[in-house]
């Protein structure tokens, strides 16, 4: 009789804590990380800090924003009992006094491990101390882990990142799991109870239009690149449990700003995470403005969870369709030719009603509505973002 009980009990405690866990990614996560633009080299207590605070000057926060995630290259080693040692010239305050100060600008905090013995810059990764490491993260106040996955030989993906989400419950503290395995063993099909987001490609790259290929084998890439390796992805993703084709480029450099607007757009389009990669201290008018347009982002947090898809496919124009609560419709036209591209969309041959009104998202204006085709010139590698409601 008591073991029914204490099964009873375990089972019972366990769903509570999944269900806090569960929570925690209704929609994409939102935040900004240090690895696209500090790398290894450029992170530090007063770099990590000057980001927050633009996080909030910037108008960041207000749109959305809310992790900040310190990247590989934090930590240094473990002490005599195993626990993990932050580097002290790079952090000399320590991680727990930056958590503070992120929580202080309510904002949250998010830090880096691997799966691996050592991480992807050859740090000491988590493998045998994930309980250690899942207790120091709590205590520390994280709030979100990434998890890489080099120098993982001998693991399985499945069992190695459920080892870490145990762990994690076992912490206590509501951490949003990002598993990062680059879609190696197609996590879509297993990771939905590990996971909140997970990554399902290779490294993105600050460029438009190139394939990576790792070993004679497509790896990450460009964000065009990256975006296509999502084709297909759409079913997986819904609340709490999300495709993540890995953090943005926007603000980096290497793009126009046509480039901008389209890379961001289309991942709102497929519901990613909206992991800013720039350095917000030093932001552009042009990129900031991209970042925090709401009325995009709005599309990328709908409710109803729904990752978009291709509706017409093609090498040079594309439709990109994502149904949205309460009946509206996200429409994303895309132009991946070297020139503009005029456009005439029959709405009825995508079986588009004839009612919707469209709202111009990028234009902040009102387009007509879905009764006449749909008219417009768009410049090279843009985008126009529509909003078709019925309201
Ligand atoms: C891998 C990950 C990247 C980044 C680096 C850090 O390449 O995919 O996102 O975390 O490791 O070393």
Redesign the pocket.
Known sequence: MRRIFTLIFVLFCGAATAQKFNDLALTPPMGWNS?NKFA?DGISEKAIRDVADAMVTSGMKDAGYQYIVI??CWQVGRDSIGNIIADEKKFPSGIKALADYIHSKGLKFGI?SCAGKL???GRPGSRGYEFQDARTYAKWGVDYL?L?W?NSDGQTTKEAYTLMRDALYKAGRPIVFSI?E?GNSKPWYWAQDVGHLW?TT??IENQWGKVKAVEGKVWGGSVVAILDMQAGLDKFAGPGHWNDP?MLEVGNGGLTVEEERAHFSLWCMIAAPLIAGNDLSKMSKQSAAVLTNKDVIAIDQDKLGKQGYKILDGFDFEIYMKPLAGGDTAICLFNRTEKPLKVNVDWAKYKIGNDFKITDLWAHKSAGSTAANFKATIARHDVKMLRLSKK
């Open positions: 690895w290894c990247d590989d880096y991480t992807c810059a990434k890489d080099c990062c680059w990554r290779g490294d890995d």
